[in-house]
Every structure is written in C-alpha cells, then in structure tokens.
C-alpha cells in the first residue's frame, strides 16, 4: 500500500554563480522579504529556485537575531526540507528538518514545532522505520495539542492512522483515526479525502472491504 504521508506542505543542483548571484541581490534585503520571494516561486511551481533563497535565509542565521527572525530561519529550512522531500532527496530533507528544528526549540514561540516532527516523521517513515516515525509524530501531535493546531493535529494523526495499517496495527490505527475525526475540518477536501481513504485502508487491513464481483 503506497501511504499518503502528509507534509505540513531535492535532487535540485543549486548552482554556486545562481546562490551568489541571489546573496548579491539580496543583500540589503529583510530576511521576511527573502522568505516571502522563496515562497513565492515555491508556491508559482518553482521549487529549485525557491530552494536558493530558502538557502540564503538559513545562511542569515546568527545568534545575534531577533526571535522573529531565528522563527523564519527555522521555517526556511523547514521549507527547504521540504523541497528536498518532494524531490526525493530524503536524507537532505531529514538533515534540514533537523536543522531548523534545533533553531525552532530556542525560539520564544514553538507553535510550528509540530510541523517539524510531522516532516521528520515522514522521512522515517520513507525508510521504512515505522516506530521511530510513530514516536516522532506523537511528539508532533502533542505540541499540535498544546498550542491549538488543528490543521497539522489533522495531518500528523492521518500519517499515524495510514503507518500504523501499514504495520497492521489496526487497533491503534481506528484510535488514530478517530481522534483525527475530531479535529478534521470538513470544509478541507483533502482532509476529507484522507478520512475516507484511511478509513478505507483500516478495513483493507481487517480484510472487511466487500469482494468486488
């Protein structure tokens, strides 16, 4: 069963002439400017570009920054990691995810914390270890709790209801999924969606799907 890992949103060759030529155009720039360009050509379809200022905002960081900006530091590698996901480079996408999660822990704030366990959980998942992906999508889920995230609460129990039928642990993955009934938002098509297709995958585990004739 392919598992819908969801990310809480590279084999890309940066080139150092197009990162130099992006540090010199950005010099004088706030690191929110450069974060909002980044997502930008994230956002248009063009992730290796994206990438390059993503790189350009992690490279700013410095213990000298204020918190808000150290808070779009971890979030630039948060998002580079996930360019590197999406292209399938996982080892660069964990090692970035890691990263920024280490920045995101000496923030004041850490209500995106959850995010980052989700997308790191992801990545073990990839590799086929299952408990270590669980474990880190429970540490994912209890700051979702803590600070009122729902829509990442969504993503992290969907992952944890589609891991555990892959290991066939149907008990924990009905628990999952309805805890992440609870929290779903039936406006969201794609939380919606991945209700209906994990609750799909819970009765392929317990063979109770009807035999097509």
Same mark, same amino acid.
Request: aromatic share 14%; net charge positive; with cysteine.
């Given at each position: 069963?392919?598992?819908?890992?969801?990310?809480?949103? =590279?084999?890309?060759?940066v080139l150092a002439k197009d990162y130099l030529h992006i540090v010199k155009k950005t010099s004088d720039a706030s690191i929110d400017y450069i974060m909002k360009k980044a997502d930008y050509y994230f956002n248009a379809g063009h992730p290796d570009t994206a990438l390059v200022y993503y790189m350009v905002v992690c490279n700013r960081m410095n213990d000298k920054l204020l918190d808000k900006?150290?808070?779009?530091?971890?979030?630039?590698?948060?998002?580079?990691?996930?360019?590197?996901?999406?292209?399938?480079?996982?080892?660069?996408?964990?090692?970035?995810?890691?990263?920024?999660?280490?920045?995101?822990?000496?923030?004041?704030?850490?209500?995106?914390?959850?995010?980052?366990?989700?997308?790191?959980?992801?990545?073990?998942?990839?590799?086929?270890?299952?408990?270590?992906?669980?474990?880190?999508?429970?540490?994912?889920?209890?700051?979702?709790?803590?600070?009122?995230?729902?829509?990442? =609460?969504?993503?992290?129990? =969907?992952?944890?209801?589609?891991?555990?039928?892959?290991?066939?642990?149907?008990?924990?993955?009905?628990?999952?999924?309805?805890?992440?009934?609870?929290?779903?938002?039936?406006?969201?098509?794609?939380?919606?969606?991945?209700?209906?297709?994990?609750?799909?995958?819970?009765?392929?585990?317990?063979?109770?799907?009807?035999?097509?004739?």
């Open positions: 069963v392919l598992l819908m890992l969801l990310p809480s949103c =590279a084999g890309a060759r900006d150290k808070r779009q530091c971890a979030l630039a590698y948060l998002r580079k990691g996930n360019v590197f996901y999406i292209k399938g480079n996982y080892a660069d996408a964990l090692s970035a995810y890691f990263s920024g999660l280490r920045i995101n822990n000496d923030c004041k704030a850490k209500h995106e914390t959850g995010r980052f366990y989700n997308n790191i959980a992801n990545v073990y998942c990839v590799f086929g270890d299952y408990v270590k992906g669980l474990s880190y999508y429970k540490k994912g889920y209890e700051f979702c709790h803590k600070y009122g995230d729902k829509a990442n =609460a969504y993503k992290i129990l =969907a992952n944890m209801t589609a891991v555990s039928t892959q290991i066939g642990k149907t008990k924990e993955a009905r628990k999952y999924h309805r805890m992440s009934e609870k929290v779903k938002n039936p406006a969201d098509k794609e939380n919606c969606y991945m209700s209906i297709f994990n609750f799909a995958l819970i009765l392929m585990t317990e063979k109770k799907l009807p035999r097509s004739h």
